[in-house]
């Protein structure tokens, strides 16, 4: 067991000092461990684990399934098809970094990053530079899933205009306070592209919708459309009142937007030809 730990401190370049810096682990806990003559106990495993972005499973020697921390893809360290299938994701990753900079492509790491920044964000005790720089990170984040989630395309659209669709994003920019908004548009413009959620969607060259999807979204959009603008019950209807006609005709689109997409999405999830994921 003590050997995984060894090869994983290797493969990232770390000494126990390092651990024991991040974690307070005592050094001696790793020298014991080392001659074999007691383990660290569960709590400890974890915060090394945890460290070592691994699951505590497999520093145990238990688990063969590790996560890479560069580009995120976990995979099984027993099986030759899925380490062949990592490599050449990690591949694609490292082109992916190269072209668009860094990417957190951890979701733990991404999910900490994130809220890490909105904090920084919604702190009105900073200043207006470092409430910007986190939104910024915010950015990077979402960025990185965006990426991500194209499977590494490198046709994704580049930092500066992701960021600008996000700022075009009505779902989006109410998050971000008004002072940052509007510098945040000064410097980057407002682009279309990103209307809903935060994945920007590299165009499905490959796929497309048939006569019969077609119909059956339009029927997915009567049936949505009624619920929500139907006097009694929706929840786009005001006080009993109906939206604007403008209104509902722009959510209309948003909503054919989003289910076609979906729909993109999950024929190619299950398109057997396609690589696994
Ligand atoms: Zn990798």
């Not at 090394?48 to 688990?63: C, D, H, P, R, T």
């Not at 063969?64 to 994701?89: L, N, T, V």
């Not at 006569?211 to 009694?232: C, G, P, V």
């Amino acid at each position: 067991m003590y050997e995984i730990f060894a090869r994983l401190l290797a493969e990232r370049g770390l000494k126990p000092a390092d651990i024991t810096r991040e974690t307070g682990i005592n050094s001696t806990v790793f020298s014991e461990w080392k001659k074999g003559k007691s383990k660290p106990n569960t709590e400890k495993l974890i915060k090394i684990a945890k460290f070592l972005n691994v699951s505590v499973e497999y520093l145990s020697g238990n688990s063969k399934i590790i996560r890479c921390p560069k580009c995120g893809i976990e995979y099984d360290e027993s099986d030759i098809e899925d380490i062949s299938y990592h490599k050449q994701e990690h591949l694609k990753w490292e082109a992916a970094t190269k072209k668009f900079g860094v990417l957190y492509c951890n979701s733990i790491e991404n999910e900490r990053i994130k809220a890490e920044n909105r904090n920084l964000r919604d702190d009105n005790t900073l200043t207006f530079e470092e409430r910007y720089k986190a939104q910024l990170e915010i950015f990077r984040c979402l960025f990185s899933r965006s990426v991500n989630a194209n499977n590494f395309s490198l046709e994704h659209v580049m930092f500066d205009d992701y960021v600008a669709m996000m700022l075009g994003n009505d779902s989006y920019k109410k998050n971000i306070p008004d002072d940052l908004y509007n510098a945040l548009v000064k410097k980057y413009g407002i682009k279309p592209g990103i209307s809903f959620g935060s994945i920007y969607y590299v165009s499905h060259k490959n796929m497309i919708l048939t006569k019969k999807d077609n119909r059956d979204i339009a029927k997915d959009i009567d049936s949505i459309m009624y619920k929500l603008t139907s006097k009694e019950y929706g929840p786009a209807a005001y006080n009993g009142e109906n939206l604007s006609k403008e209104s509902t005709d722009l959510f209309r689109e948003e909503l054919e937007i989003a289910l076609k997409r979906l729909k993109l999405i999950n024929k190619e999830k299950y398109n057997p030809n396609k690589n696994k994921k």
